[in-house]
């Protein structure tokens, strides 16, 4: 298993500001994903942040409104740039290991957005 | 289109009665399927994939490729099993998850 933390857990900001959050995990892991959920609405995959190179975006995302960083294997950044009230989210990171089971993804506890 | 689909947003019941969370999933393919939980005030969690046919916490989940549904069950409803509950899909050769939009359990006493 992995054991993820999230900074920060929550934040209110302003619109056309720009908030950065930080997932850490315990272990050296080679996938680290960020999704978000919107109010009331299922988990979507923003994108796929692999450590050596650029993040993989999932359709409907771009880097310049998204941008993160994976400078090693336990560590990732995503930037949420030129917030808007429709940024308003729970941002969560989770990572995959691979057991007998096979693949597993764990979450972190996920950053509550409020963008006013 | 890879799609998963949990028609219920809320299932309501007491305790002691048998429980079934649908889950419908759409693949051209085959997929893997998972149930994560979460808790109220708990991060999002596994709870129990496909291809382990394992019960966990008292529940299943069996794959039925020709319904295409992937539906959890308990026979025995308690009121810890409160909780959001979220089916997934991985299709194969990706790492990605595809999710519903999940099922709120209430198990009343």
């Known amino acids: 298993s992995a054991v993820i933390s999230q900074k920060p857990s929550r934040d209110i900001c302003q619109r056309g500001t720009s908030l950065t959050i930080q997932c850490q995990v315990d272990s050296q892991v080679t996938m680290m994903f960020w999704y978000r959920q919107q109010p009331g609405q299922s988990l979507t995959l923003i994108a796929t942040?692999?450590?050596?190179?650029?993040?993989?975006?999932e359709s409907g995302f771009v880097i310049d409104k998204f941008p993160i960083s994976r400078p090693n294997l336990t560590f990732s950044t995503l930037t949420v740039s030129n917030m808007s009230p429709e940024d308003s989210s729970i941002y969560l990171c989770?990572?995959?290991?691979?057991?007998?089971?096979?693949?597993?993804?764990?979450f972190g506890p996920g950053t509550r957005l409020l963008v006013l | 289109a890879q799609r998963v689909t949990q028609p219920e947003k809320l299932l309501s019941v007491f305790k002691g009665a048998p429980v079934e969370l649908k889950c419908n999933y759409s693949?051209?393919?085959?997929?893997?399927l998972f149930w994560y939980v979460q808790y109220s005030r708990q991060r999002l969690q596994l709870l129990l994939r496909h291809i382990s046919r394992e019960s966990i916490k008292g529940f299943t989940a069996d794959l039925n490729k020709g319904e295409t549904s992937f539906h959890l069950k308990k026979p025995f409803a308690q009121e810890e099993d409160s909780a959001m509950y979220y089916c997934a899909l991985r299709g194969y050769n990706t790492d990605k998850l595809i999710f519903g939009t999940g099922t709120r359990l209430q198990v009343f006493p």
């Open positions: 693949y051209s393919g085959s997929p893997e």
């Open positions: 942040a692999n450590q050596g190179s650029e993040a993989t975006y």
């Open positions: 989770s990572v995959e290991t691979r057991s007998d089971s096979g693949e597993t993804q764990y």
